[in-house]
């Protein structure tokens, strides 16, 4: 018989509960039976939500309190030393390690002061994972046994689950050495590791578990041979220990097909592909199938919002059904849930006909369950009927054509992704307009977003202040951080970005193509959530988004001041994209829109326009090969599309951060200027990569993430440093990202300091 299978629920609740939780024991207003009673609460509902839509197989260890990839370190004993010595609880040890902990000493208590572990992107998803940090002296021990306690704990409410715990391969080759271990390779770990693994295993298989789901998403990366050989130790080691739990090896976001060597013939019971993300792989994988193995076929979008196709699904998993039977398949969601917001009934502002084309985390479960009970002859017509017209309906729907923006992405040729004239000439049109010194200061954008901003921001929103007096007080705002750039003497300013509550959602309410939820959050990392914006139809610009804010800015002083935007591949990435078109096309849609809006803000007379591509380099497919070169052609020219239309004299700025990135990707964008996150990259290697970029570069000089101020010695430091190996005259100075989240107070003295040292080179060369 055919089974349904989820692979993981987000643990946020579907009101936030977790966060809110969290944040409340960190801020003291919550005790710790407080918060673990909250996470006790989610686990049982999400349990039972899976039980009664009728799921077979339901995820338990899918819950965290922080990041799963966190919850191992601890579970095993992966904690440097810096973490141990407070004799900190180990929920606090946790907390410690995924977000660093400043407190000073109580009657009880020492004070502690220690800094976060490294955070890095959780693939090619917006989720970020605490990153696993092995030493020498890393002593591999049992911490608890939180997989086992939350599987009894579900034993209790009369529910069987499947535990879910990242694979020991997977866990390594994603964690990296420490500073005082940097030859140790993580991966030499694994017989240290193997052990632990067994032994929880087997506390499960004793608890009552039949069957665990090990996840190993590395599987879809270009592993190098002794990762694939690893895969293969483990797994056979596995195979090799009596009671264990039936293995199901998970794998995500992407094909194994390059890596069917390292798994063919081991020992599990089933192997789990994800075929919404990469279908291609379906043959291969079912002829590397040993004769008694299971295929959990991932068919239900662990990724995105949009409807299943139930007809599409089913003839995927009725193939598998032909070549396997029916006890051998199972019909699963592609990943976990957890890159999913919880319940599309929370969305109380939705268009209705927009909402029948979504499916979020809730409605996934009776996907799943609607598939399986389909592939198994059980009577489904009515929701079969209700999907095909649904799908149907949005195929035609007035919200998704738009033949003059189709006709439109049709006519860009290579006129207009190319500027009038190379970078060496347009350099000197430049600097005769903006005559600017040696080491020229700017910022990102975004200044402190202060409480009045939000509270101003919100009685506008609910109608209690007019659009008048807001305008009002924008102008207020932007005009109080002209002055204070005026003050401090940076060259190049920006209006403050006080208006926008989110770089991409504030264009996305401006354009025609785009849905927003009110309640659509999906983790991001921690207690950080976001709530991307959805991109449902072809996207154009009704009307300019950015103009009037800036031109005022500019009104107010005689400096340059910079038009503010976020770029095509960001607007992309930070949202949910369609699945109807590629994401090519709806790159160089947004790139159109923003074409016009940089046209417009040059024509109003903004000199300097900037387009922000933080999410560039996460944007990158996570394999090698003919995806990812597409991607550097295409995501480049989006941003050349983007910023071409204006005149040579006219300065293009980019800003990237969150990422290392490939300058001669950089390179392919063309823009004037480029300031870059540097603050925490001390390896001369890594700057002297930037030297030959031809255009001109800001090395992000201070960690905008810190309340810290750096001195302006250290900043004098830091950029004695830099010149050593990257010239003069190419040297911008500025911070490594916006300040949006940093308190005036700081901003005030870390900029006066950064000023104070860009003159003071001025002076010496
Ligand atoms: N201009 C944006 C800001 O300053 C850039 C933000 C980002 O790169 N994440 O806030
Ligand atoms: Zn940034």
New binding site residues.
């Given amino acids: 018989m055919v089974q349904s299978a989820v692979l993981g629920f987000p643990r946020i609740g579907p009101n936030r509960e977790l966060k809110k939780a969290t944040e409340g024991y960190w801020n003291g207003k919550i005790t710790v039976d407080e918060l673990f009673k909250v996470g006790k609460d989610l686990r049982t509902q999400n349990w039972k939500l899976q039980k009664e839509a009728g799921v077979d197989i339901i995820p338990s260890n899918d819950f965290s309190f922080y990041d799963q990839v966190l919850d191992l370190s601890l579970l095993f004993n992966v904690i440097p030393d810096r973490y141990t010595k407070y004799d900190l609880s180990p929920i606090d040890t946790l907390f410690a390690m995924g977000r660093g902990l400043q407190r000073k000493a109580t009657e009880t208590e020492k004070a502690v002061d220690v800094t976060a572990l490294e955070m890095v992107k959780w693939f090619d998803s917006n989720y970020h994972y605490v990153r696993p940090t092995f030493s020498k002296t890393t002593q591999f021990k049992l911490n608890g046994q939180k997989p086992v306690d939350e599987f009894l704990e579900a034993k209790e409410l009369g529910i069987h689950t499947r535990p879910v715990l990242l694979g020991p391969v997977s866990y390594l080759f994603l964690g990296k050495a420490d500073k005082d271990s940097l030859d140790l390779e993580p991966l030499s770990l694994l017989e240290q590791l193997l052990p632990l693994y067994t032994e929880i295993l087997s506390k499960l298989a004793s608890a009552g578990a039949t069957e665990v789901q090990i996840d190993e998403p590395v599987l879809v990366l270009d592993l190098p041979a002794n990762a694939q050989a690893a895969i293969k130790k483990a797994y056979t080691y596995f195979g090799e220990q009596s009671n264990l739990p039936k293995i199901t090896l998970a794998t995500y976001f992407g094909t194994v097909v390059p890596n069917l060597d390292a798994i063919k013939g081991l020992p599990v019971a089933a192997l789990h592909v994800d075929l919404v993300r990469a279908p291609e792989q379906f043959d291969e994988v079912v002829a590397a199938i040993g004769n008694k193995q299971t295929l959990s076929v991932g068919i239900v979008d662990g990724r995105n919002i949009w409807k299943n196709d139930f007809k599409k699904s089913s003839a995927i998993v009725n193939k598998a059904i032909e070549k396997l039977g029916a006890d051998r398949v199972v019909v699963a969601t592609s990943s976990s849930l957890l890159h999913t917001p919880v319940d599309l009934n929370n969305e109380t502002k939705l268009d209705a006909e927009i909402k029948g084309f979504f499916s979020f985390a809730t409605q996934k479960l009776d996907e799943v369950v609607v598939i399986t009970k389909n592939v198994s002859g059980q009577d489904v017509a009515a929701a079969l009927e209700a999907n095909a017209k649904s799908v149907e309906s949005r195929g035609k729907s007035k919200f998704i054509h738009d033949a003059a923006v189709k006709a439109r992405v049709a006519s860009i040729d290579e006129k207009m992704s190319t500027r009038a004239a190379p970078f060496e000439q347009r350099l000197p049109e430049q600097q005769k307009v903006f005559n600017l010194p040696l080491f020229p200061t700017t910022t ?3 200044f402190p977003q202060t409480k009045d901003i939000r509270i101003n921001r919100n009685k506008f929103n609910k109608g209690t202040i007019s659009a008048e007096e807001y305008e009002k007080f924008i102008n207020s705002e932007i005009e109080k951080v002209i002055r204070f750039q005026e003050e401090i003497g940076l060259d190049v300013l920006v209006h403050g ?1 006080p208006e926008r509550n989110d ?1 991409v959602q504030y264009f996305g309410e401006q354009i025609n193509g785009y849905a927003f939820t009110v309640n659509g959050w999906v983790q991001s990392y921690g207690s950080r959530y976001v709530r991307p914006p959805i991109i449902v139809g072809d996207l154009s610009r009704p009307k300019a988004m950015s103009v009037k804010e800036s031109v005022y800015a500019q009104s107010i002083t005689s400096k340059p001041v910079k038009g ?1 935007l976020t770029g095509p591949i960001t607007c992309l990435r930070w949202s949910f994209p369609r699945d109807d078109v590629d994401q090519k096309t709806q790159a160089m849609q947004l790139a159109l829109a923003l074409r016009d809006e940089v046209n417009d803000l040059e024509a109003a007379g903004i000199k300097v326009i900037q387009v ?1 591509e ?1 999410a560039l380099r996460e944007g990158l497919p996570l394999r090698e090969g003919t995806e990812r070169s597409a991607y550097y052609t295409w995501a480049a020219e989006a941003f050349r599309v983007a910023t071409s239309g204006v005149a040579n004299k006219t300065q293009i700025h980019s ?1 990237f ?1 969150y990422s290392d990135l490939d300058p001669n990707h950089i390179k392919a964008l063309d823009a004037d200027v480029v300031s870059i996150e540097f603050s925490k990259k001390d390896d001369a290697n890594y700057i002297a990569e930037f030297k030959n970029y031809p255009n001109h570069i800001g090395l992000g000089l201070f960690d905008i993430h810190s309340p810290r101020i750096p001195s302006k010695d250290e900043f004098i430091a830091k950029i004695s440093t830099i010149l050593k190996s990257y010239p003069a005259e190419k040297f911008w100075v500025n911070p490594d ?2 300040l ?1 989240t940093r308190g005036w107070e700081e901003t005030r003295l870390s900029l006066t300091h950064m000023v104070e040292a860009a003159k003071y080179f001025r002076e010496q060369y």
Avoid: R, T, W
Wanted: with cysteine; hydrophobic share 25%; glycine share 16%.
């Fill in positions: 990102i954008g975004s970005e770089m503010m922000d933080p800003h951060c990202c916006g949006k």
